[in-house]
């Protein structure tokens, strides 16, 4: 593997983003991991990418048979079912408390482990479980996002000078850094906190924000509301929403605020960048041909197009987790009416509102943060009208070390009831409260 | 008194002819499948006159749940094997007959004889593989308490512990790499979570 060597205007461009004078206080340091063959790679993918066509309705794409063998021959988690069976429907599905529960099972035996890096995010949908993944996964995703912002005329900058990606959040803790896209052939990629404990002076951060002019921004809807109240005078080309449900009412309002179009996106830890939107549009529009997404009922059943079952999924563009069939816990129907299909009546990443005892929104991404130390399977949190709290969850963890996170985020009564068991999505959030939700 | 049974170059010859209808997908919880695997049991019971399954007995023959697929598939398709096995005409020999195949030996056999093999090879792989073949060819003659035609009883015996043997060994070495590997997943995803929250407290990002 050889190192990409940076110019010197990217060399420059890169302290300049580290070394700004409105700069927050970086807490981490990144880069895209690329190499020159990964860089490589990346590109042969970005052209494969372009010409790739979706499967049409009652039909498999082409790459699923080759797919579905090579996972059958490498791996240990689908060896299992002793041979593949001769229709595609007959792979049994998995949940992501199997995949949780015997994840090293997925690693294909022939990829090399020295490689392999650790992904985790705090994301409502994700958990502490890691998930094994690939160093360019990340740059593949800039491909299938850009995809998708092309839809709106939108394409990021290349090289250095430009800011191409912000991705901001307003949060308790975070990761935040400045790094280079050496697929964007150097352009910045910005990871910023708005909460105010990161700057060095309020001010700082709509100033770092003008001054640096991120071409996209992307971002959780309470992260959006933040970075409306801090500069509504920023101008980025688009905005990309994730993490939870975005509402139009609020999305109508960022794109009015910003000037720009707004995109909502769903995506999971284990698997990013599934389906995107223009917040005017109802639909999903699936963003990857190489990720095969079918709708099941409960038995597993294939259900027909425009029908609301589970969303699951086969592919995706990660080697270290190859999924077959692998249910996401989310709901809707695929319809087959555009070039791409498309997700309709789609159920996932319910937003709920959440509230300190003083009345000051907490987003729920702050919730899994602060008990993300504690070996949960999963929990269920719900706020009744008076903020009071109720938690339920599962794993080897004693009720006060629980009480004890929710009451230093929330300092409202709490009550604590442990499950013997957990099954479907890691983290559920409930709430009687009225107001924006995030 | 020993009882012979046809011989396993008979039966081997016999398994790798398997029609595809035994080679069905077993009818999953969706629907998916090609083949009820108690239909063709209770199919075969009854031919040898026995009773037709039902209840727990008609359990033990069909997926029992959708998240059961992945660990009771191979299962069901070695009994299919099995059934097909047991449709050898050198079991069907007029009078003798319901001397050579006992329906409830058959029904044993289907029923639980079978699971440890399950463990240890895929019904796909059972049939490519001529030692594979042989074993099961005389773990069916064993179970019905029969010994090879042109063979002596201990011969018999030998034989299959020396198959068994063998394929157990290999398979447990299979075990160990696997676990060797999945421990060596483990410990490099843990490798990089602590390296990424040495480099920073806030690391899930």
Redesign the interface.
Known sequence: MSEIVLTSAQRAFHQGLLEHPSAPRY???STDMLTVERLAEVRAYERDFASAVFWKEGRHPDWLPDFVAQAFRTV?FYR????V???F??I???GREVLQKE???F?P?HLC??T???Y???GTQGSVL?V?THPSVSSLLLVVTEAMLAKAGVSYPRGPGHTAIALVGYQQ???TYASLSHHLEGAGFL?LNLAPHEWRSLEDRARFLRETSPHVISGSPYAFEKLAEIVPDLRPAALVSSAVALHKGHARKLSETFACPVFDMYGLTELRGIAGRLWEEDDLELLSPDLYVEI???????LPSGMVGEIVLTGGRNPYLPLLRYRTGDRAALVFEKVRPCLRSFEGRRAVRLEHASGEVIPSLDVV?AL?DLPLAGFSLAQDKDRSLKISFCGKVDEREVRHALGELFATPTEVTAQPSWEGKPHRFRSQLEGPAF | MTVRGPSVRELTHHLAECPSIFLEEPVQPSGQGGVYVHAVVSDLLLDLGGEALSGQDLARFRYSSREAVREERNRLRLVLLGAWLFSHSGFQRGDERERLLSADKVHGFLATGLNPLARLVAADELLGDPDRREELARLGLDALDLVPHGEGEKEAKNRLAALSSVEREKVLAQARAAEARARAVQEQLARKQAAQAAANSYYNE
Not at chain 1, 80 to 83: A, D, W
Not at chain 1, 296 to 302: A, I, Q
Request: avoid cysteine; proline fraction near 14%; charge should be negative.
């Open positions: 807490n981490f340091t240990p299992v079912l002793g041979g069976p001769k229709t429907e007959a049994p599905s998995f994840l090293s099972s690693v035996d482990l020295e392999m890096t650790a985790t995010t705090s890691p094994p803790k975070t990761l990871k099941l009922g409960d038995n597993d059943e294939p943060n993300r």
